[in-house]
């Protein structure tokens, strides 16, 4: 297909997938056709953030879809061994900038994993609390970037008003709309306003009231969206597993892998849902599973509120926090997937090494593997299934 | 195939009610909205209560401040103290993390409402607040201690050994 | 001023002057429309549109004008010039040179036409030529699908648009516009649009597949193609060619309401206004106008195989059904 000069000018390029989609180059060579390449480059106003695809079309139907990263690169693992463990934590913020509470709860289960601290119930409580309305916040304008990527406008303008109320929330208790540095190791920093659960309250009722119309009822009918999304992007149980998908895009073929259930932290042992999964594995069935979750994350949140313990919100971790030499682990569930933090600690102040596994890196691997064989204007709901941020991909 | 049906009227008839519906935006900047009690804006800092015990320059991670210290006997006690002469502290660089409020001994740093930082240079954002200015340019000396508690344990190895010339003549 | 309408009595002048009107008429059309569509497109969003330029922004489009012209008309450096620069001015032509047989109000045509339907039919075929030219000019591979696209799109829907408009001939007995507004009868409930149901609705989703409008708008998909066959240009030259498709969604929703609406006549026969006819005339343009906008803004876009299973597979066969229909009909009743 691509000569061998021109494949090595694709820096990161990978070789050819073995996906059985793709369209017989016999045929390409027997009409003497040709590839347009064509690069869906970094600067796109509809990608999630500074992704690069190198496609290989032949006439709208992709034949190679390989994604290149690293526009947004921090170095965010290398700042982090010069920085003392609770400086981390804002660091850890600016990763998967759509959900930031499970960031910072991903990197504070490890390190609380090396240092072996009591964390009162109540730290525990709002900590799933912000963890769920974070999920809210995020798993919304996913969807509403879904639409916006299909051509539909107004959805995220919806979307983005309920992440704006959420947000004035988290203002409210943390001081930051975006930015939170909230959880810390060993509980959280400062207990919730007097006057907050009232308004959770009154905000989720609303939400309620209107979620179905807003989210549901604009879309999931809607026949336009239905034949743009059904059967776009479809993976078996086996591909997804293989690949190392987690999240939505996992649970959107059948799998039910939840780590709030499945490697229980926190206190969701304590709290009553369920996984939510749908058979089909495509785009359509990413967007019920996200709408499911939706719902679920408005009955935890009450159950939170509901349950809440008074008490302390700190645990004693000492005046400093040096741990032993040795390795930690945390995994949370963001709401793009599986989130861990493997810190490795050699006795100082700073970390040795901190890796992060973001989800929106691993889930990636779908487009090169499920992409080819999809048209064009398939790619763009194709990413709506996946939901990556480019701070999770990149670091 | 898609049919003209229900679903894209349905569709319709929600954006229909939206339109008549009550508008959400604020006009800036004739309506400013009222901040939380704990919203993180600017930086400021009470220099009458600043023991200059540096703190805060040590653990702000983008090294955002920049103090001048030396021993003046500010208060009359007859025992000269350490006094902040320059302090700096660039907005071009703080991130809003809060490690120098909480972490400041007398909480004479802390955050204000404001949210505006603009400026048409940026050296302009620096602000200074002592009575010497203090060059934000150059970046404080990191100050983190590396002490190590003595166990036996060994970190482990993530650095790759370095290849031998053994390998590379076979 | 007697001599002034002596001389406007005078053919060649008439029509140069009406025309010219006419023209005026178009290109503020195009700029007032944008206005409208992001006024609307703010209130579906909750939102206030623009409203700093002038009160309540009305001069936004005035502000919009200054600035395109104050532009630097980028073109790519391996473009075809000629065929880069000739495409906006393809795309502006038709689009202002159909509203020559409109009528607005009684005896306010510039030209009465008697195929004024084969002229509407012809001259809309050429604005394929002018997305073509477009995304061939600009010589890189976006635009070169946006123009591909284009280009099969209003191909593609011409056949149902000029199917549905066969019921209407059949009902008038003649191709000229202003017969068919005459021959509608003075109600609500004489006018073509409820005989010829299909045929209305099959018209009008044909003309937003010809103005590449959501959720036709794949030509120029903001999401995949960023601008597609137009994503070149920039400056006055982006600016005609936005002018040609506003005007281009004017004329089409005038010729919908001529043909289908009534033309200028009055819902009721007592709310006649004579010559002022033009105002009811531009409710009814205006009402279907905003009908394109919120559809815009209220559904996604279709696929290129979805959009051309509907224009051949779908609207073909309803339009010829009803046309047996229609016939059937006319010779019962």
């Known amino acids: 297909m691509l000569g061998e000069e021109r494949r090595a000018e694709h820096e990161g390029a990978l070789t050819e997938p073995p996906s059985s989609r793709l369209v017989s180059p016999d045929i390409r060579d027997e009409f003497g056709l040709e590839t347009i390449d064509m690069s869906m480059g970094p600067q796109h106003p509809a990608m999630h953030g500074l992704l690069r695809l190198i496609l290989a079309l032949d006439g709208e139907t992709v034949v190679r879809c390989d994604p290149v990263m690293g526009y947004l690169h921090r170095c965010h693992e290398k700042i982090a061994e010069n920085r003392m463990y609770p400086a981390v934590i804002p660091l850890t913020d600016r990763l998967d900038y759509f959900a930031n509470m499970h960031n910072e709860h991903g990197y504070c289960l490890a390190v609380e994993d090396l240092l072996d601290v009591e964390i009162p119930p109540r730290a525990e409580y709002i900590r799933v609390l912000m963890c769920e309305l974070m999920r809210l916040a995020s798993h919304i304008p996913s969807i509403g970037f879904l639409m916006l990527e299909l051509g539909a406008f107004t959805p995220i303008l919806y979307a983005f008003r309920e992440r704006e109320r959420i947000q004035s929330i988290f203002e409210a208790v943390t001081g930051a709309r975006m930015m939170f540095h909230y959880i810390r190791i060993g509980g959280v920093k400062a207990d919730l306003p007097p006057d907050i659960p009232q308004k959770i309250w009154e905000y989720i009722e609303s939400l309620e009231a209107h979620f179905q119309r807003d989210f549901v009822d604009l879309i999931q009918g809607n026949e336009i969206f239905i034949s743009r999304t059904r059967n776009v992007g479809k993976m078996t149980q086996e591909q997804a597993v293989e690949m190392g998908v987690t999240g939505p895009a996992l649970r959107c073929t059948g799998v039910d892998f939840d780590i709030r259930l499945d490697y229980p932290y926190s206190i969701y042992p304590e709290l009553q849902f369920e996984v939510v999964t749908d058979t089909a594995g495509d785009v359509e069935a990413s967007y019920r599973v996200r709408i499911a979750e939706c719902l679920q994350s408005i009955s935890l949140i009450k159950q939170c509120l509901e349950k809440m313990p008074e008490g302390e919100v700190m645990g004693d971790t000492g005046r400093r926090i040096r741990p032993d030499e040795g390795e930690g682990f945390g995994r949370v569930e963001s709401p793009r997937g599986e989130y861990a933090v493997h810190v490795v600690s050699d006795g100082s102040d700073t970390p040795y090494r901190v890796h992060y596994r973001d989800p929106s890196f691993c889930n990636m691997q779908l487009l090169q593997e499920i992409v080819p064989g999809h048209y064009l204007p398939d790619i763009m709901p194709i990413m709506g299934l996946v939901d990556p941020v480019s701070g999770g991909w990149d670091k | ?170 | 001023m007697q001599t002034f309408l002596n001389l406007l009595e005078v053919e060649p002048i008439r029509l140069l002057i009406s025309f010219g009107a006419v023209l005026f008429l178009v290109l503020n059309l195009a700029a007032v429309l944008t206005m409208a569509e992001r006024k609307v497109s703010g209130y579906i969003h909750l939102r206030y549109g623009p409203n700093r330029v002038g009160p309540r922004g009305l001069l936004q489009p005035a502000a919009d004008v200054f600035k395109l012209f104050s532009k630097e008309n980028v073109s790519p450096g391996r473009s075809d010039l000629w065929v880069f620069l000739g495409a906006p001015i393809a795309m502006f032509i038709p689009a202002a040179l159909v509203w020559v047989v409109v009528p607005f109000a009684p005896d306010a045509v510039v030209a009465d036409l008697n195929v004024a339907i084969l002229f509407f039919v012809a001259i809309t075929s050429i604005g394929a030529l002018g997305v073509v030219m477009a995304g061939y000019g600009s010589r890189s591979a976006f635009s070169l699908l946006g123009a591909l696209r284009g280009a099969a799109q209003m191909i593609s829907y011409e056949v149902p648009l000029i199917l549905s408009l066969l019921g209407v001939v059949m009902l008038t007995g003649s191709l000229s516009l202003v017969d068919v507004v005459q021959a509608q009868g003075d109600t609500i409930w004489t006018w073509y649009f409820l005989p010829q149901l299909p045929m209305f609705i099959t018209f009008y989703i044909a003309g937003l597949a010809e103005v590449k409008r959501v959720p036709f708008d794949l030509p120029e998909g903001e999401s995949e193609i960023v601008g597609g066959f137009m994503v070149e240009y920039s400056g006055m030259t982006w600016a005609l060619i936005q002018a040609a498709e506003f005007a281009s969604m004017a004329v089409i929703s005038a010729v919908t309401v001529t043909l289908f609406v009534g033309g200028w006549q009055p819902p009721l026969p007592f709310l006649d206004l004579g010559p002022f006819n033009w105002v009811w005339f531009g409710i009814k343009t205006a009402l279907i106008m905003f009908t394109f906008q919120w559809i815009r803004w209220s559904v996604p876009r279709l696929r290129m195989d979805q959009l051309m299973d509907l224009g051949w597979k779908v609207l073909v066969p309803v339009t010829l059904i009803w046309l047996f229909v229609t016939a059937g009909a006319m010779l019962v009743f």
């Open chain 2, 1 to 170: 195939m898609p049919q003209v049906g229900q679903g894209i009227l349905k569709g319709m008839g929600v954006t229909l009610q939206h339109l008549f519906g009550q508008k959400i935006t604020r006009q800036y900047p004739e309506y400013k909205r009222e901040l939380p009690e704990r919203s993180r804006g600017m930086l400021t800092v009470d220099m009458d209560r600043c023991i200059a015990c540096l703190q805060c320059m040590r653990i702000c991670p983008d090294h955002c401040i920049s103090i001048e210290s030396t021993k003046r006997d500010a208060d009359g006690s007859g025992k000269p103290k350490p006094f902040a002469v320059g302090f700096v502290i660039d907005d071009s660089r703080c991130m809003y993390c809060s490690l120098c409020v909480e972490v400041c001994p007398v909480n004479c740093i802390y955050h204000t409402e404001e949210f505006e930082a603009q400026a048409y240079n940026r050296l302009e954002l620096a602000r200074q607040f002592g009575e010497l200015p203090v060059d934000p340019t150059v970046d404080p000396k990191p100050t983190v201690k590396k002490k190590k508690k003595p166990t036996g344990k060994k970190a482990p190895s993530t650095v790759e050994q370095p290849v031998s010339e053994k390998d590379d003549a076979a």
